[in-house]
């Protein structure tokens, strides 16, 4: 009987309401990027303010600029952020894999999750404002392709220490750029006629075996008969 008194008591008492969980600067500000990277992939970039920025990710325009000091140094880190997650590098059990497969797996992207015509919509953005704010457009080639171009180097250079293929150490970083351009579709047409049609999965996946077959062609050709 004391033990039911005394819960009913318990129940009656109000609740004290414990704090909102705080978030440290460091999950604040990947809080902040993940909201920023799903508005930039689905509203115009120019439209794109603080002010919606912090409604969205709840946190005050003071938090923002606190940490990113501008519009620009955020919308940037986020570009930056998301091109590093369209590459990513051979996992361990890969490395076994022969070379034509490994350079498959480093030439295919993670697209981001949203439509083509956005994607396309928001590099043309970024172009359009590479004078007024140029670090938009360095960060986005630095992490997109300036990544994807470091792992090629470097497997090509792995490539080259086992024999697979001949190619000087001068030139290595010019035939990972030369990879990449033959890799895939130049966006430059799409960007100047937007009625062109999208590249589909399957044409995109031919035209990178085709330049993988072509470049590894010509790189064996160097190597000398067994």
């Known amino acids: 009987m004391v033990k039911k008194q005394a819960e009913a008591v318990c129940s009656l008492a109000p609740r004290r309401r414990g704090r909102p969980v705080q978030m440290n600067a460091a999950e604040r500000e990947a809080e902040i990027l993940r909201v920023t990277a799903d508005l930039l992939l689905t509203r115009p970039l120019d439209s794109l303010s603080t002010g919606e920025i912090a409604r969205a990710v709840g946190m005050s325009k003071r938090t923002l600029y606190e940490l990113f000091g501008s519009r620009e140094a955020l919308i940037g880190a986020t570009i930056a952020q998301v091109s590093r997650t369209i590459f990513r590098p051979l996992a361990a059990q ?5 070379l034509a497969a490994r350079l498959a ?3 295919t992207p993670n ?3 949203a439509s083509d015509t956005h994607k396309f919509e928001l590099l043309r953005s970024i172009i359009a404002k590479a004078k007024t704010y140029p670090s938009l457009a360095q960060d986005m080639c630095s992490s997109g392709r300036g990544t994807l171009a470091g792992y090629l180097r470097a497997e090509l250079a792995a490539a080259v220490a086992e024999g697979e293929i001949a190619l000087a150490p001068e030139v290595q970083a010019e035939a990972a ?8 579709h130049a966006p430059i047409p799409r960007l100047l006629d937007p009625t062109l049609p999208v590249p589909t999965p399957e044409a995109t996946r031919l035209r990178r075996e085709l330049a993988i077959s072509l470049f590894l062609g010509g790189c ?3 190597l000398p008969s067994a």
Do not use: G, S, W
């Open 94 to 98: 890969e490395r076994a894999l022969p």
């Open 105 to 107: 797996i480093l030439l």
């Open 111 to 113: 697209d981001p999750p």
């Open 177 to 184: 750029e030369m990879l990449i351009d033959m890799a895939f």
């Open 220 to 222: 064996r050709r160097a």
